[in-house]
């Protein structure tokens, strides 16, 4: 662990939020655009932000700001350890609590809409779990170890080897990033069933820590996806990642939303498919 | 400056309207019209909304639900009463059943007039709404600023 890499862990906590925030306006704008429409200015999403710290907080409970502000920790956390070259494994777990963080702020606005929209979170969690943790251990085979600064001096042909998986990745990255068909919890779009799904109750600087906290989220996937291609060099594997990144955009763009029965399957039988079935071949091709 | 000009977010409801305003607000969203370029974005909850938009004459069904809606935006923000019927009761004015105007039932900041209204309107509506929206923000600062003190 040396300078270089503390460097880069800290300017994820400092600068990771604006590249989040400007990888978010990219997406509206590109969205705008695939609809045939001119978008937001591409700072969009740090007005929205900056906007709602001007709002009045609605408080249902107290305990909600406090489960958003361990919501917003374990993200900070889980990014500082992927990008200080540390453990995968441990920078998976922080992203899970942390995600258990937000349903448990939603829960405890006891609103119907909150409710149901932490349950179908809970729901997508365990859909995509075992997918991200196959990922890890696959980088584990690949590489030997889980240190993602050995992930990333790794073998150039890892991302062949781990192609099934980069597969199955690129699927739950679109629940991840909450994208259709499966933003079942909470929409970016204003209109659906839910109201708001998972951040109906949350208002003014409570919602501003969510947002804050899902351009955090934004950076550590890009990161994840830089992963894969880490060991070709940043001029090569940047790109690869921003393009794969925002076809998310286009995938949004054109399906509807799943229920949540099929979202379930879908992952899973993808998770099998890709996953598993490259974890049991790796064995064969390394 | 107040950043509430550079992203309002408003709520939609149709307080017994006819719908032919509704359908004038949603063309605003539309790719002629895009208010997305001025970061207006159509929110569909209130604890979200900066800009209260209600269509429509009130009746006492709808009127529980126009001052629920209110009462549960956070401050600083702003209503915008959309089309003839939501202004004065409109071709509806003289039913039984009506109250004839969204200022019956919760104060009105900006009265867009038509029927129905055209987007142009509208927009031009939301946007005199944003100049009080932003000297609501900044006595609210105030306020907040006494209450600390
Ligand atoms: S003003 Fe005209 S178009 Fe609008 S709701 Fe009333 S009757 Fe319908």
């Known amino acids: 662990m040396n300078v270089e890499h503390w460097g880069l862990a800290v300017a994820f ?7 989040g925030a400007l990888l978010a306006g990219l997406d509206r704008r590109l969205t705008a655009r695939m609809q045939s429409r001119q978008g937001p200015p591409l700072l969009q ?89 196959i990922v890890a251990l696959g980088f584990f085979l690949v590489a030997d170890s889980f240190r993602v600064s050995d992930i990333v001096a790794g073998s150039p042909w890892q991302v062949v080897q781990l192609f099934g998986i980069l597969l199955g990745f690129l699927f739950i990255l679109t629940i991840k990033l909450r994208k259709s068909p499966f933003d079942l919890s909470s929409s970016h779009h204003g209109h659906q069933e839910l109201v708001k799904g998972i951040t109906t109750d949350l208002s003014g600087s409570d919602l501003a820590l969510v947002e804050i906290g899902h351009w955090y989220e934004n950076t550590i996937l890009l990161g994840w996806l830089y992963l894969f291609f880490a060991p070709w060099g940043v001029a090569l594997a940047l790109p690869i990642a921003l393009v ?33 079935t490259n ?8 | 400056m107040s950043f509430l000009k550079k992203s309002p977010w408003i709520l939609h409801y149709a307080a017994t309207s006819c719908n032919g305003c509704d359908i004038e ?12 370029r001025f970061g207006i974005v159509n929110t569909g909850n209130p604890k979200h909304a900066d800009i209260f938009l209600v269509t429509g004459s009130v009746n006492e069904e709808s009127r529980k639900v126009v001052e629920n809606l209110y009462a549960q935006m956070p401050d600083p923000k702003a209503v915008v009463a959309i089309g003839a019927c939501a202004l004065s009761g409109g071709i509806f004015r003289d039913a039984y059943n009506v109250y004839g105007g969204i200022d019956q039932v919760i104060p009105v900041d900006v009265y867009v007039p038509g029927c129905a209204a055209r987007p142009e309107s509208i927009i031009d509506g939301i946007v005199q709404a944003l100049a009080i929206l932003e000297e609501r923000a900044r006595d609210r600062k105030r306020q907040r600023k006494v209450v600390a003190s």
Not at chain 1, 109 to 121: D, F
Not at chain 1, 268 to 273: F, N
């Open chain 1, 244 to 276: 794969l990144f925002f076809a998310e955009v286009l995938v949004d763009n054109t399906h509807a939303r799943l229920k949540w029965a099929t979202t379930l399957k879908a992952t899973w039988v993808v998770t099998g498919l890709f996953g598993v």
């Open chain 2, 25 to 36: 607000l949603l063309a605003c969203l539309t790719p002629l019209y895009d208010v997305e």
């Open chain 1, 13 to 19: 906590v400092v600068l990771g939020p604006l590249l």
């Open chain 1, 279 to 286: 974890l049991m071949l790796l064995p064969l091709i390394t």
């Open chain 1, 45 to 133: 999403p740090i007005y929205d932000v900056l906007k709602l710290f001007e709002k009045d907080t609605v408080v249902v409970t107290e305990l909600q700001t406090l489960y958003l502000w361990g919501f917003l920790f374990f993200m900070v956390i889980s990014g500082f350890i992927l990008f200080l070259g540390s453990d995968l494994l441990l920078s998976l777990f922080a992203l899970t609590v942390s995600g258990i963080f937000l349903c448990l702020a939603a829960y405890s606005t006891n609103s119907p809409y909150s409710n149901i929209g932490s349950s179908r979170e809970l729901l997508l969690m365990m859909a995509y779990e075992p997918m991200l943790i």
